[in-house]
């Protein structure tokens, strides 16, 4: 263990969390700084689905699987409930389009070692019973993906980070970075911190806060719309959450989901899918597509969400690990950090705090853009 170990994380959003949950597990003496509140980022967008299904290449959707295995672990840890709802995730194709694709993709996660399975008609239909399936011609369930609600995993990450004896600070803007010897100063409205390592876990302002200390964090802008509720009586009984087929009316599908509280939140096409149209009338949409699948929401209000960015490194993949332009300063910034928020949260502790590298975030160094 080093003995430096003053650590600041910028970002109290769910990986920024999990950082400063871990970090503070290990014993560090964590500061966390968030412009605004909790959870306010991307996180409080996020679909949230866990998964690692469709990802590629190989060590990346390993790394997720491996996330999902851990999040009933860290639920555990934080104490609180943040909404984690497992059940599986059907996906199925209404024709023979995309049909050929979704089973060769099974096909290649079962001998991943993934839980995937082809799912008969009947059998979906005794899985969620409320539902209008429509023509169905191939269905693939995904046993072990669940959802999360990432804002109350950030909040209840730093409620652990205070217990253990941490400083959070909220609406406390970080407005330079400047290195001096082995320290990291950090000017926060208006006051100068020093740290001997500090995280940059700001999401889509990750690129802007690396700049300051001269590193090259590049991202593309990938933004994202999801739509939802207010609570109603269950609709979805056993599966966490559903990707409705494409159709000619509509173009791609739907991916849906109901929480615990009872609230569902829909998204166009998977959770990919960069839109930027957070109008009513697109909310509405999505909701009427749904309709067709789950009559139940017939009377029911759409909530425009408004349009939220993924944190998207240019090549797609996570930026892990120490900056290769300043050493004491370590990078978290990624897509699917929902999922990946228990391994990274784990494993970029450990690196911070003993100096070890570990083989599974070797194809993710920020080295890569130097
Ligand atoms: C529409 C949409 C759908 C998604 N669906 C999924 C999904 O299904 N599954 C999945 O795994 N992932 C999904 N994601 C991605 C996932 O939500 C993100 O990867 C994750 O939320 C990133 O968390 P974070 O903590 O890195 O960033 P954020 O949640 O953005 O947190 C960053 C924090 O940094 C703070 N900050 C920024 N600048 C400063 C500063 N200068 N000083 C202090 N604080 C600062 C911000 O206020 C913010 O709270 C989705 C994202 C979107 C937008």
């Not at 412009?35 to 980022?41: D, E, L």
């Not at 269905?139 to 980070?161: N, Y």
């Not at 003993?354 to 130097?370: A, I, Q």
């Amino acid at each position: 263990m080093s003995n430096s170990n003053r650590i600041a994380v910028i970002g109290a959003g769910v990986v920024g969390g999990s950082v400063a949950f871990h970090l503070s597990e290990f014993g560090a003496d964590v500061t966390v700084f968030d412009k605004n509140s909790a959870g306010s980022g991307a996180s409080s967008h996020s679909f949230a689905w866990l998964n690692a299904f469709g990802k590629s290449p190989r060590h990346y959707f390993d790394l997720n699987h491996r996330s999902m295995e851990l999040w009933t672990r860290f639920v555990e840890k934080l104490g609180k409930d943040v909404g984690l709802r497992w059940g599986g995730v059907v996906t199925y194709c209404a024709g023979s389009e995309g049909s050929q694709e979704l089973l060769a993709q099974c096909r290649k996660v079962q001998e991943w070692g993934y839980a995937a399975r082809l799912i008969s008609r009947e059998e979906f239909a005794r899985l969620e019973p409320d539902m209008e399936i429509g023509p169905f011609e191939l269905g693939v369930h995904t046993m072990s993906e669940g959802h999360v609600l990432p804002t109350k995993v950030a909040e209840a990450c730093m409620d652990k980070v205070v217990e253990h004896g941490g400083e959070v600070h909220l609406n406390s803007s970080v407005d330079d970075i400047s290195l001096e010897g082995d320290e990291v100063n950090l000017e926060v409205n208006g006051k100068n911190f020093v740290f001997d390592k500090v995280v940059i876990a700001a999401g889509t302002d990750s690129t802007q806060l690396a700049d300051m200390a001269s590193i090259k964090l590049p991202q593309r802008i990938s933004p994202g719309v999801v739509a939802r509720t207010a609570p109603i009586p269950p609709i979805i009984k056993n599966l966490s959450s559903l990707y409705l087929p494409p159709s000619d009316e509509w173009g791609n599908g739907i991916h849906i989901r109901q929480d615990h509280d009872g609230v569902v939140m829909f998204g166009a096409g998977d959770q990919e899918n960069e839109s930027d149209d957070d109008s009513q009338e697109y909310a509405d949409s999505l909701i009427e597509r749904a309709i067709r699948y789950f009559p139940a929401l017939s009377d029911v209000e759409a909530i425009r969400v408004p349009v939220g960015y993924r944190p998207m490194p240019i090549d797609g993949l996570p930026v892990l690990g120490f900056a290769p332009e300043a050493t004491n300063i370590y990078i978290t910034l990624m897509h699917s950090g929902a999922t990946l928020a228990p391994i990274v949260g784990n494993l970029s502790a450990l690196e911070i705090m003993t100096g070890t590298k570990t083989d599974c975030l070797e194809p993710y160094r920020p080295s890569r853009f130097k």
